[in-house]
Structures are given as structure tokens and as C-alpha cells.
């Protein structure tokens, strides 16, 4: 006999993040994992590195500063941010307090993986609605609401999709949910939207005692090796959270990081910027190679390929490889037509265009 995990844990597929190796190749190009390409503001990395001569210390369990700085910037309430090792950790935090063997958590198809994994490993059971033009579609959603549904996901925009729900669409969803399901609104990529009829969440937060909204310093505040994120919650939720959460969660150095970050708005509006710029070019080219690049309004193009088995995604992938381009398969997510790329600097953006053109143009991998 051995020790026996619960059940179900077994069963669990890992997450597997994007690739950040490219054996061979004397370049790596990374737009596998939507980072920054400007990476962090430098006061951030400052305010990191002066945390050196003190790595002895504990962290500072409430995260005090870093939830001001993140109240101050965002015009939110203290008391209602819990801070995490990544927006993944509260994803997993969240689905082990209010759902376990027996309840279901619900997502769209196509939604952020660590939402079904976290079911699975809390003992829950993952339940996918279909997607309309890879959208989330809020009447699916809501027709696979049962009696035993405790949490809905709703990644706004979403990642690998693209796409976004309007505010009045997710106010929809709220409104057709009984009260006690928590929907939990992940909007990691929300700064990146420009959109008039978008909503981060937060107004929702404020207004109901069933929403949360997740967001992260992985993305647009280039700090994804920290590890930090946070949550916005209702008092009760906020109270689960802290009450399951390790004591010192949040390392201090990403909480230093993060709080530097969070207050430089320049270094955001130019991460922004170059975002649009290039996000716009990536996708015009992919375009003019015969590709389609769907919609994106965050740091990354989902982008789908030919049914020719001599110009699909996977040859594209693997193409890209020996390239020392790294960008994203989508088959975990079911789009297996698909790869997904994230926007680089300039020069990276160009590579990949590069590649893909040539990809398309050529002969493509041996069917
Ligand atoms: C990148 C991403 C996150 C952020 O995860 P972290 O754990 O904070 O790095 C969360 N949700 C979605 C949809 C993402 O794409």
C-alpha cells in the first residue's frame, strides 16, 4: 500500500505553460505566454532589488502597501483586496471554498484552463457552455446553471479567444444567476481594452454580495515571475479568502514590485500603446498570408489556420520551433486549428509575421 490521493486528483490533466525553450534554435523569440514584451516598469525593478538585504524577513501577511497603492490607482475599496500568488492561486482559493465534490463549476467552452482544473482538483465537476463567434454566450451559460452550480467563470476579454463581453451582457449574466452562485470575473487583460461599453467588474463587486473580479500584475505590469495578483471581492468572499489563503501568501518583494508598478501609469499608457500599434500590424499581416487572425482585444492574436493538412497548426508550430519562435498550440483549449501570439516588441513581432508568412508561402510540413 501506498498513500492515496483524494479522489479525482489523478485525474487531473496539469497545466502546462508556454514554451520557453527552443533547443537548437540561436534565437528565442517568447510570445507563448502574453507577457509584457517591455517587461516591468523600472520602479518596479528598483523597488525589487532594494529588497535584497532583507529576503530574511517575513512578508507583511496583509499586504498593507500594495492594497493601498492597488485602492488608490483603481478607486477601489481597501478592505474589499485580497492579494495572491497569481490570479491563479485565487482561482484555486475560490473554487476550494465554495465548491467541492458534488458541485459544478460552470465556464465557457473555450474560457482560461485553470478554471476546470481547479474544479477538478477541489473534487468539483467542470461544466463548459458553448460559445457563440468564440464568444462567450451568456443564454448557454445560464441554460447550465442547475441546482448544484456554485461558481461561473467569466474571463472578460478571455484569453485565448480574444474576445469580451459587454458590460450590459455580463450584468445579464448576474441578473439570470440565482444568489448564491458566485461569478467570478476574471479580467486580467482589462486594462488593454479601450472599448466605451466594457466594464472591468468592479462597479459589480461593489453592487452584489455574488461577484468577484480577479485581475493580475502578470500582464499589462510585466511582473508574471512575482507571482501576484489580487481579487476584489464582497466582504463575506473577502473573508473566505483571507481565512484560506497561507499566511504569507505574497511574497514581499512582488508586493514592493507591484506596488511601484501599479502607481506608474506611464509605463502602463506606453505597454498600451505599443500593445495597439502592434497588435493591429501583427494581425494585418497575418491576414495578408492567408491566415485569420480572429478579434483580440488583449496582448495576443488567436489565430487560425488553414484546413490544408500541409499548412495546419501544429506544422506551424513546430515550424516556428526551429525558428526559435515560441508561440502557443491550442489544442489543450479545443481550438487545434488555431495557435495563439502573444504581441512582442517590435523586432519579435516581425519575426513571427516573418515566419508564418514564409510558413504559409512555402511548402509547409510534410503531410
Ligand atoms: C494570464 C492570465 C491570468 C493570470 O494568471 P497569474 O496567475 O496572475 O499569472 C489569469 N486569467 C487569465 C484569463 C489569464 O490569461
Given at each position: 500500500m501506498t498513500p492515496i490521493p483524494r479522489p479525482g486528483i489523478l485525474e487531473v490533466a496539469p497545466y502546462v505553460g508556454g514554451e520557453s525553450a527552443a533547443p537548437g534554435a540561436n534565437r528565442i523569440v517568447r510570445l507563448a505566454s502574453n507577457e509584457n514584451p517591455l517587461g516591468p516598469s523600472p520602479r518596479a525593478v528598483a523597488a525589487y532589488e532594494a529588497l535584497k538585504d532583507e529576503l530574511h524577513r517575513y512578508p507583511d501577511g496583509a499586504a498593507t502597501a500594495l492594497r493601498a497603492a492597488i485602492a488608490e490607482a483603481e478607486g477601489?475599496?481597501?478592505?474589499r483586496i485580497v492579494c495572491g500568488a497569481g490570479s491563479d492561486e485565487l482561482i484555486a482559493l475560490l473554487v476550494r471554498g465554495y465548491a467541492g465534490p458534488g458541485d459544478e463549476v460552470l465556464h465557457s467552452a473555450h474560457g482560461f484552463l485553470m478554471y476546470s482544473i481547479s474544479a477538478k482538483t477541489a473534487g468539483a465537476t467542470p461544466v463548459t457552455a458553448p460559445e457563440r463567434d468564440l464568444t462567450a454566450d451568456v443564454d448557454a451559460l445560464l441554460a447550465r446553471?442547475?441546482?448544484?452550480?456554485r461558481l461561473v467563470f467569466l474571463a472578460n476579454p478571455n484569453n485565448p479567444t480574444g474576445s469580451y463581453l459587454p458590460d450590459s451582457e455580463v450584468r445579464r449574466l448576474r441578473g439570470g444567476l440565482p444568489d448564491h452562485v458566485l461569478l467570478v470575473i476574471d479580467?486580467?487583460?482589462?486594462?488593454y481594452l479601450e472599448a466605451?461599453?466594457?466594464?472591468?467588474g468592479a462597479a459589480l463587486v461593489e453592487a452584489f454580495d455574488n461577484v468577484v473580479m480577479l485581475r493580475t500584475f502578470?500582464?499589462?505590469?510585466?511582473?508574471?515571475?512575482?507571482r501576484l495578483g489580487w481579487a476584489y471581492c464582497p466582504p463575506d468572499v473577502a473573508d473566505v479568502l483571507n481565512r484560506l489563503r497561507g499566511p504569507f501568501n505574497v511574497a514581499q518583494a512582488a508586493q514592493a514590485a507591484g506596488t511601484a508598478a501599479i502607481a506608474d501609469r506611464d509605463h502602463v499608457a506606453r505597454a498600451l500603446r505599443h500593445n495597439t500599434r502592434w497588435r493591429a500590424w501583427l494581425s494585418e499581416q497575418l491576414q495578408a498570408s492567408g491566415l485569420h487572425p480572429y478579434p483580440s482585444v488583449g496582448n495576443f492574436v488567436l489565430v487560425g489556420f488553414p484546413e490544408t493538412p500541409s499548412h495546419h497548426a501544429e506544422g506551424a508550430l513546430a515550424w516556428l520551433k526551429t525558428q526559435g519562435i515560441l508561440v502557443r498550440g491550442m489544442a489543450g483549449y479545443g481550438l487545434p486549428h488555431c495557435l495563439r501570439v502573444t504581441v512582442g516588441t517590435e523586432e519579435e513581432t516581425r519575426a513571427v509575421a516573418e515566419g508564418l508568412a514564409e510558413f504559409m508561402a512555402g511548402p509547409g510540413s510534410a503531410a
Open positions: 477601489l475599496a481597501v478592505e446553471v442547475t441546482a448544484r452550480t479580467a486580467a487583460y482589462a486594462e466605451a461599453d466594457y466594464a472591468n502578470s500582464k499589462v505590469h510585466g511582473l508574471a515571475s512575482l
